[in-house]
Nanobody, 123 residues
Framework: QVQLVESGGGLVQAGGSLRLSCVAN????????MGWYRQAPGKQRELVAA???????VYADSVKGRFILSRDNAKNTVCLQMNSLKPEDTAVYYC?????????????????WGQGTQVTVSS
């Protein structure tokens, strides 16, 4: 199995910054897409930022210019640097990863979600 470990959430004032990290652990052959989603109370889960397989980083319009996504392939890690935070950024943030897992002699393409980390931005 694969586990995603998230960290970096918390409480911050408007205009402040937070950095979220997600580490994938397990028998991983390779990682394809990695990204972050968020879900506010009463709303659907939405894409925040992601690096898709073979593509460039994509951002939700609401976070462009404020958030920066990065990944460290050697450490199976994706980070989300969140700057100029606004109260409307308040949500539970979830890491999501598409990867190839091995259970020899088999390989499988699988998708995993983190358990979520709370980000609260006060005004």
């Amino acid at each position: 199995q694969v586990q995603l470990v998230e960290s970096g959430g918390g409480l911050v004032q408007a205009g402040g910054s937070l950095r979220l990290s997600c580490v994938a652990n397990g028998n991983i052959f390779s990682i394809n897409a990695m990204g972050w989603y968020r879900q506010a109370p009463g709303k659907q889960r939405e894409l925040v930022a992601a690096i898709p397989s073979g593509g460039s980083t994509v951002y939700a319009d609401s976070v462009k210019g404020r958030f920066i996504l990065s990944r460290d392939n050697a450490k199976n890690t994706v980070c989300l640097q969140m700057n100029s935070l606004k109260p409307e950024d308040t949500a539970v943030y979830y890491c999501n990863v598409d990867l190839v897992r091995y259970s020899l002699p088999n390989f499988s393409i699988e998708n995993y979600w983190g358990q979520g980390t709370q980000v609260t931005v006060s005004s």
